[in-house]
């Protein structure tokens, strides 16, 4: 799929941001929808059924985690980017919750946006690093079992569960005594199964899965 090809709707209130989100986003993919608030964001996503829908968290009439998981819900084909002002705990996991693929916040350049719509488009999750740390401090990716439908081999889950605790790669060797260029090499394999960016996001998405 060309990036052209993508189709994207864009739910935002303030006027001036979704502008600029549609000049950013519109430069590489097609913006066929938009909308200010909630409910008519609902009908602009159930009528033009995007590969992507931009979600604002905080809108008029049902807020971002109600259509978010009404989206999700009723058209999981649909990818979500969930854009927010605030890092607050309860509120990325209640997007996570809802089904959101990524999230960013506002305060990021507006390419960032347009990297979040690639990677959750081609499947994989992307969170804005300021907040990553909190979807994986939530969770207790150690006492997790390992999911019988995981992609990842038990050596791959061993670093993905040192990722997910902080560890750099020279940690993550030095703990499995193995090689630094060993890590290197299980972390692209994994950013590779699981469609990650980088490693914070791979550790976010297997958790996300039940991966770890």
Not at 12 to 34: F, I, N, P, Q, S
Not at 116 to 124: K, N, P, T, Y
Not at 125 to 138: G, K, S
Not at 148 to 155: I, M, W, Y
């Amino acid at each position: 799929m060309s990036e052209q090809s993508a189709r994207v709707v864009i739910v935002e209130d303030h006027a001036l941001t979704r502008e600029g989100m549609k000049t950013a986003l519109g430069a590489a993919y097609a913006v066929v929808g938009e909308a200010a608030d909630g409910v008519a964001g609902y009908a602009t996503i159930a009528r033009e059924r995007p590969d992507v829908a931009v979600i604002d968290l905080g809108l008029p009439g049902l807020d971002g985690i109600a259509l978010t998981q009404r989206v999700k819900h009723e058209f999981p084909q649909t990818r979500v980017v969930i854009m927010t002002m605030v890092d607050v705990e309860e509120e990325v996991i209640a997007a996570l919750a809802a089904g959101a693929d990524a999230y960013c916040l506002k305060s990021s350049p507006l390419d960032v946006l347009v990297d979040a719509v690639r990677i959750a488009r081609d499947g994989g999750a992307y969170f804005d690093p300021r907040i990553a740390h909190v979807v994986l401090a939530r969770f207790s990716p150690r006492a997790a079992p390992l999911s019988a439908g995981s992609p990842l081999t038990p050596r791959e889950v061993e670093v993905l569960r040192l990722i997910a605790d902080g560890r750099a790669n020279a940690e993550i060797a030095a703990t499995l005594t193995i090689g630094l260029g060993t890590v290197k090499g299980h972390i692209r394999d994994i950013l590779e199964k699981l469609s990650a960016a980088d490693r914070t996001q791979a550790a976010v998405l297997a958790l996300r899965r039940g991966f770890i």
